[in-house]
Each structure stands twice: as C-alpha cells, then as structure tokens.
T-cell receptor, first 113, second 113 residues
C-alpha cells in the first residue's frame, strides 16, 4: 500500500539555522499538507498546498516558513531561521481530493538547540 | 476558528472491556470528523470517519457517533484488545478549500491484558 514518506526522521539544528524537511506524498494525490505537534500539545495545521500554490495557511505559518514542490514527487517545508519554539514533530500529509481522508507521513522530529 | 476538545487524555481498560473517547467542537460549519490512531513511533492512521449527514457509523469493533446539535462526537471501541493500545486523535474539518483538520489533544489508551 502506498505511503507518505518523510526525511529525515530526526533533525537537530542550531537556533538561527535554516532547515528543510522533505516529504514524498502518495503519487496520485493532489493535495498536500504540513502539520506540527509540539510535545504534549495538539497536532496543529500549518499549510495546505494544491496546484503549486498555497491553499490555506495558519497563523503559525509566518514569513519564516515556506513550502515548495520542486519536482513531481517531493514536497518540502523550509524554516528559514529556526527558533527554539520550532522544536516539534512535523507531519506531512496528502489527499486525493480536497475532501476526505488525509494520509500522514511518519513525521520528522525537529530539535532546535 | 474551530476548537476541538478531547477527553479523557488517558484511558486504561481491561482487555475485553469497551473504551469511549469523546470530542467536542465549536464550529457548526464542521462537517467531517475523522479519528486517527497513532501507535508508538508510527504515523497517525485513519481508523474511522463520519460526515455530518449521518449520526453513527460502525466498522467491526469500532463505532463513531455524532450529535450535531450538541457538537460532540465519540469513538467507541468494543471488546478491546492489547493491540488497540495507542494514542487516538479526533479531528474536525469543514472541508472547504484548504481542508484544514483541527485536532484534539489525543487520548492515550492502554488495554491491560
């Protein structure tokens, strides 16, 4: 069964550094998402992406964040200048359409020191 | 925006007993309610979902009920087994463009053999 994949599984970075989190959505899916989960807190929506543009973004998704689909398979989340509070598990998800089930990746644990 | 509350945060049951997890939501426009199961170290996976045009849905030992008037929905697991032990997340969405999911805080279910 096809699955969403994410790399790396764990990323450690210094405050102020840029990080890129990578995701490969399920191949026939058209809608892509990033969520994050700070330890012990809710899974929070960051951004949704369709047809090479952002569909919706949350208040969390400020100018430090950007997303890109650089080729036909990858979907990336870039954080330009990481802060301590960016430490969280970041989940990528994809869906066939804009309604219904979203399939989640295994997550990337980002630790900002 | 939407706010989803989930209770309890932890739940322990004896194998064979039933488990019930409850969620409330605030936005009456929400019309899609998925439940995800996340085993330790693994990705969240959809186990059941319900749309606002039905009040109950069942899939083997798992059922979900929805009360639109009261804005709450519940997950029911009958005849629990040790492999049901996991964190369960409820979510709500109004399925607009962007298809943002609003998650609850999760319930850690432990089934004691």
């Amino acid at each position: 069964e096809p699955e969403v994949t994410q790399t790396p599984s764990h990323q450690v970075t210094q405050m102020g550094q840029e990080v890129i989190l990578r995701c490969v959505p399920i191949s026939n899916h058209l809608y892509f998402y990033w969520y994050r989960q700070i330890l012990g807190q809710k899974v929070e929506f960051l951004v949704s992406f369709y047809n090479n543009e952002i569909s919706e973004k949350s208040e969390i998704f400020d100018d430090q964040f950007s997303v890109e689909r650089p080729d036909g398979s990858n979907f990336t989340l870039k954080i330009r200048s990481t802060k301590l509070e960016d430490s969280a598990m970041y989940f990528c998800a994809s869906s066939i359409g804009e309604m219904g089930e979203q399939f989640f990746g295994p997550g990337t644990r980002l630790t900002v020191l | 925006g939407e706010n989803v509350e989930q209770h309890p945060s932890t739940l322990s049951v004896q194998e064979g007993d039933s488990a019930v997890i409850k969620c409330t939501y605030s936005d009456s426009a929400s019309n899609y309610f998925p439940w995800y199961k996340q085993e330790l170290g693994k990705r969240p996976q959809l186990i059941i979902d319900i749309r606002s045009n039905v009040g109950e849905k069942k899939d083997q030992r798992i059922a979900v009920t929805l009360n639109k008037t009261a804005k709450h929905f519940s997950l029911h697991i009958t005849e629990t087994q040790p492999e049901d032990s996991a964190v369960y997340f409820c979510a709500a969405s109004d399925q607009r463009a962007g298809n943002q999911f609003y998650f609850g805080t999760g319930t850690s279910l432990t089934v004691i053999p």
